[in-house]
């Protein structure tokens, strides 16, 4: 398996523009994850998707973040307008239970000017 | 109290020393915990697990679990500079992680 992929690997983008951050997970994993990084707040959870469905979303900062899975081999973050405070490290993960260990993907590295 | 804790680092060890990570979580009832190692500009990866109380060794490294202390740290014998990276402590049930501690093994 090649593992979660993750694409864009670098996005750099205005202030004000949409940005869409996508994910392929693990066959057959049926749990995905979104998170966050940063130096000063660390890895932070967003969202999870198990089946398909978003279980838990709590971690998303604000109506500007909406996150989707139309199928068990793909999943959407997008920020819409995106801000400077928005630049950090994006990762999707998978799981085939949240009590098992996780695979990240490689990251996104958002930059937002 | 944040929901898991880790010791402030950055923690250095000389080569070939026993390097401890300790980590503190909120939640008595979590059952799931799991150190990951994520070195700088990588993702991070599994490098053990533990479930139960007690000690759990996997080559150099040794995950130890109190869940009464509400406490999981990590040991890694003989540590190496290739040990040296952040290692981050996650109590999957309610899926946090930990800070981080970075870990530096001078040669």
């Known amino acids: 398996d090649a593992g979660v992929i993750q694409s864009p690997r670098h996005e750099v983008t205005e202030m004000g523009q949409e940005v869409t951050l996508r994910c392929k997970p693990i066959?057959?994993?049926?749990?995905l994850f979104w998170y966050r990084q940063t130096m000063m707040r660390g890895l932070e959870l967003l969202i999870y998707?198990?089946?398909?469905?978003?279980?838990?979303d709590s971690g998303m900062p604000e109506d500007r973040f909406s996150a989707k899975m139309p199928n068990a081999s793909f999943s959407t973050l997008k920020i819409q307008p995106s801000e400077p405070r928005d630049s950090a490290v994006y990762f999707c993960a998978s799981s085939l239970n949240p009590r098992y260990e996780q695979y990240f993907g490689p990251g996104t590295r958002l930059t937002v000017t | 109290q944040k929901e898991v804790e880790q010791n402030s680092g950055p923690l250095s060890v000389p080569e070939g020393a026993i390097a401890s990570l300790n980590c503190t979580y909120s939640?008595?009832?979590?059952?799931?915990f799991f150190w990951y190692r994520q070195y700088s500009g990588k993702s991070p990866e599994l490098i053990m697990s533990?479930?139960?109380?007690g000690d759990k060794e996997d080559g150099r490294f040794t995950a130890q679990l109190n869940k009464a202390s509400q406490y999981v740290s990590l040991l890694i014998r003989d540590s190496q500079p290739s040990d040296s990276a952040t290692y981050l402590c996650?109590?999957?049930?309610?899926?946090?992680f930990g800070p981080g501690t970075s870990l530096s093994v001078i040669p």
């Open positions: 533990i479930y139960s109380n």
């Open positions: 066959s057959g994993h049926d749990y």
């Open positions: 998707f198990n089946n398909n469905v978003p279980i838990d």
């Open positions: 939640d008595r009832v979590s059952q799931s």
């Open positions: 996650a109590v999957s049930d309610k899926v946090i």
